[in-house]
């Protein structure tokens, strides 16, 4: 299989300059490797200063227990599952895996296909909710933006959805996605889907952002 | 961008009518609703393949009826 690199810019927090990534579409060994021998022990160590300090494992990071070995292995092969990855720095720096089989729920948008964002994780030491500054900032939207970019790509002019873990609802609100309440169906997590027109205005806002 | 190769298809009036129709419905191009086809025709048969049944439910009598795929 032959990946599709391009080249990105992530912000490094401590210096304030930007730093060269590549964005490649596929989950490959090298992000597996990654994710198994540093971002898990770098979430352990963080899971062990949070249970020393006594905070509720419900304030943890909610996709602690995710396993990304199993999750690639379970859609290896299918056309219907695509991966994106970040790397910077010479280490992973997010994964996220997408789904084509979904359709969209919003009234404007129910029935057609959308890319459907199964799961979006960045490097322990990159997010700002686990009490340290984070090392990069932009990873998250990267991925997003890739997703978008997939579903304009495949002809479903922008359209996203993906249920959020509570600790990133208000970053999908962010971004103009639309909260379309909690889903029973699915662990009660929030249903977020964005629209094409909501999608525009997202690739406008990224657009002005780099400029 | 993936690289893309192109295929000639030979289609019946009653197949075009209905790829019209979906993609139509769908809001995605032909190509689009064709390769959505075999998507999910790929993950189906993966999951019968390994034992798993293809089933639907009403959503209001949450009647349950097999799709048999030979």
């Known amino acids: 299989m032959t990946v599709d690199v391009s080249k990105i810019y992530l912000l490094d927090v401590a210096s304030g300059g930007s730093v060269e990534a590549e964005l490649r579409d596929a989950i490959e060994q090298a992000q597996l490797n990654d994710w198994q021998t540093k971002w898990r022990p770098a979430l352990l160590s963080i899971l062990q200063e949070l249970a020393r300090k006594g905070v509720p494992m419900d304030q943890w990071p909610q996709s602690w227990h995710w396993d990304w070995n199993k999750k690639t292995a379970r859609v290896q092969g299918l056309l219907a599952f695509r991966g994106f990855s970040v790397v910077a720095l010479g280490e992973t720096q997010g994964l996220a895996q997408i789904d084509l089989t979904k359709m969209g729920r919003e009234a404007n948008q129910r029935g057609k296909p959308l890319v459907y964002l199964d799961y979006l994780e960045v490097a322990p030491w990159n997010r700002p909710d686990l009490g340290n500054a984070p090392r990069l900032r932009g990873v998250g939207t990267a991925l997003i933006t890739a997703a978008v970019a997939l579903s304009e790509d495949e002809g479903f002019k922008g359209r996203l959805g993906l249920h959020s873990l509570p600790q990133a609802d208000n970053f999908y609100r962010k971004i103009g996605m639309t909260d379309l309440g909690q889903d029973a169906a699915y662990q009660n997590l929030r249903y977020f889907e964005m629209t094409s027109e909501q999608a525009r205005a997202f690739f406008e806002k990224e657009e002005n952002d780099e400029t | ?70």
């Open chain 2, 1 to 70: 961008m993936t690289a893309k190769r192109t295929m000639t298809l030979n289609l019946t009036d009653a197949e075009m009518r209905v790829l019209d129709e979906l993609s139509a419905r769908k809001d995605i191009t032909k190509t689009a609703v064709l390769r959505q086809a075999l998507r999910l025709y790929q993950t189906i048969d993966a999951r019968v393949e390994k034992g798993e049944k293809l089933l639907f439910e009403n959503d209001a009598t949450k009647e349950k009826a097999e799709l048999m795929l030979l």
